[in-house]
């Protein structure tokens, strides 16, 4: 089980004989590293989701078809509210469908997710409650 994973592990890193202040370093840097595979997890899911779904329009580099469909690169609704930019996935607009029905919170979060940190953009993320949350107050 997991407990002897771990017991394996800190006997292969030698846990228990290190001092606190190296215990203390090997942990960090295991969560470290398990936030950092996570992180990249969302990004890539994010990525392949966006390709699957928005591309066509938005295009892979995000600047979308000039007077048909609307870049999100640099675009002010990206860059504004993460709850503005999963609404217009909930809701849709124009031509864009909603995502409501075909696509789970946690997909929709990865996406809008990305799309706010994708090209030039640098907005934050949006969790996949907070989806679920705004889904339930339309």
Same mark, same amino acid.
């Given at each position: 089980?997991?407990?002897?994973?771990?017991?394996?592990?800190?006997?292969?890193?030698?846990?228990?004989?290190?001092?606190?202040?190296?215990?203390?370093?090997?942990?960090?840097?295991?969560?470290?590293?398990?936030?950092?595979?996570?992180?990249?997890?969302?990004?890539?899911?994010?990525?392949?989701?966006?390709?699957?779904?928005?591309?066509?329009?938005?295009?892979?580099?995000?600047?979308?078809?000039?007077?048909?469909?609307?870049?999100?690169?640099?675009?002010?609704?990206?860059?504004?509210?993460?709850?503005?930019? =999963?609404?217009?996935?909930?809701?849709? #607009?124009?031509?864009?469908?909603?995502?409501?029905? %075909?696509? !789970? @919170?946690?997909?929709? =979060?990865?996406?809008?997710?990305?799309? #706010?940190?994708?090209?030039?953009?640098?907005?934050? %993320?949006? !969790? @996949?409650?907070?989806?679920?949350?705004?889904?339930?107050?339309?």
């Amino acid at each position: 089980g997991e407990h002897g994973f771990r017991k394996r592990i800190c006997y292969q890193l030698n846990l228990y004989t290190m001092s606190k202040s190296m215990r203390i370093a090997v942990i960090c840097l295991c969560a470290f590293c398990t936030i950092s595979g996570l992180a990249a997890s969302e990004e890539s899911d994010g990525q392949r989701l966006y390709t699957e779904n928005c591309m066509a329009c938005h295009q892979e580099n995000g600047q979308g078809i000039p007077n048909v469909f609307p870049a999100l690169d640099g675009s002010e609704v990206v860059r504004g509210s993460a709850d503005d930019v =999963a609404l217009t996935a909930l809701i849709g #607009r124009g031509d864009m469908p909603s995502f409501r029905d %075909s696509l !789970s @919170p946690v997909e929709l =979060a990865a996406i809008v997710s990305y799309v #706010r940190k994708a090209w030039s953009n640098t907005g934050g %993320s949006i !969790s @996949p409650e907070r989806i679920v949350q705004l889904r339930d107050n339309l």
